[in-house]
């Protein structure tokens, strides 16, 4: 399939170019600048650019901003859409969070309606963070259970508080949007917890590395050697196995239509921190030398069947994704 990737330059959508072009599709990505898709390109100096190319989207907040991404000749058939925001430096929720997450979703799926009739199949990068409802977890967390965020909160409560409410009406507005729009594509979501695993993506140096690898490499810095917070997100699942969910996604006829909720399971930091004094003895001075060790019950059940059904997950373990992380962090010079 000739596919569309949006945010090209990010930690997630690094391993969708790989896992796409080994499954021998062709690959467009969008960048804000030709500076990153030239570095981009870079790391893949044996594909083709009829295998591997990028087209400039300056920003997804804007309506209008996919119009023209999404024509291609020839044409795509399928649009996998990562592109969103995620960070806590919010000085204006909406402008910083909201507006690029839900007119960033209905803003390509009306472009792929208006202006490229051929693409069939659209995977769109949702959250756990749509579905978790830190009120009171539900009896379970499976792919039918939504965060109660509303919009005055998603605005006026925190920086998390509108990262949710971002996941969740950007991923809402998507469903609406078909079942109003009834498009020429099929949808589906994917709604993974905390990604860890190898940084094989586009950044500066490691004081901008994604959010989500920025425990690990303050742990590895030594910030955390007086103190080891409290486990945050509690549930995760490897870079790699999820980008290879959103393969399938594209791929799998009976993917079509649904929403998936991806996890390889809970993890404590203090596990984080047993497994890399286990395999980087050299970082021991870095990591605290006495630390609580979070209770072993999880604080919630989740139900994560239907990916391995469907999409027949089956998840890395957290020692395979901590060891590479710090692997490819120290090659970034950590
Ligand atoms: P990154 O920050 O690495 O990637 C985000 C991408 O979105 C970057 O390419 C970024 O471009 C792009 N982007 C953000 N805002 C805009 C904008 N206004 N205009 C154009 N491009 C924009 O994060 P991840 O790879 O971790 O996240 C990718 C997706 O996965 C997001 O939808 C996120 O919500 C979701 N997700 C991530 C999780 C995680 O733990 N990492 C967990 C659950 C969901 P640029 O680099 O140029 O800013």
């Known amino acids: 399939m000739r596919v569309l990737l949006t945010g090209g330059s990010g930690f997630i959508a690094a391993h969708c170019v790989d896992y796409l072009l ?44 996919f119009n023209e991404a999404v024509k291609s000749d020839p044409p795509f058939e399928a649009v996998l859409h990562t592109a969103s925001p995620f960070h806590f430096n919010v000085k204006d929720p909406k402008k910083d969070l909201l507006d690029p997450a839900i007119i960033g979703t209905t803003g390509i799926l009306k472009a792929i309606k208006k202006n490229a009739p051929s693409v069939k199949r659209v995977a ?7 579905i978790i409802n830190t009120k009171g977890h539900p009896e379970v967390y499976n792919e039918d259970v939504w965060n109660p965020v509303t919009m005055d909160e998603a605005l006026h409560t925190d920086a998390a508080t509108a990262y949710r409410g971002s996941k969740k009406f950007a991923e809402k507005a998507a469903w609406d949007f078909v079942e109003k729009e009834k498009p020429n594509f099929t949808l589906t979501t994917i709604c993974p917890p905390l990604v860890l695993g190898p940084v094989v993506h586009y950044f500066n140096d490691l004081s901008s590395i994604n959010t989500s690898n920025e425990l690990i490499r303050d742990m590895i810095q030594g910030k955390m050697k007086d103190e080891l917070p409290t486990t945050r997100v509690v549930i995760w699942i490897d870079v790699r196995d999820l ?61 994560n069947s239907r990916s391995k059904d469907v999409l027949s997950m089956e998840y890395r373990s957290l020692e395979e994704s901590i060891t590479d992380l710090v692997k490819s962090l120290q090659a970034a010079g950590a």
């Open 124 to 130: 769109i990068t949702s959250s756990f963070a749509s």
């Open 243 to 303: 980008a290879l969910a959103h393969v399938r996604a594209i791929e799998r006829p009976e993917a079509q239509g649904k929403r998936f909720f991806v996890t390889a399971g809970s993890y404590r930091n203090s596990d984080i921190v047993d497994i890399i004094k286990k395999n980087f003895p050299d970082l021991a001075s870095k990591l605290p030398a006495k630390y609580e060790r979070d209770p072993k019950d999880d604080p919630f059940k989740f139900d």
């Open 22 to 65: 080994q499954g021998n599709h062709s690959v467009v990505f969008t960048v804000r600048s030709h500076d990153k898709g030239k570095k981009i390109l870079s790391n893949h100096p044996n594909v083709s650019q009829d295998k591997l190319s990028y087209v400039i989207v300056e920003d997804i907040a804007k309506e209008d901003a």
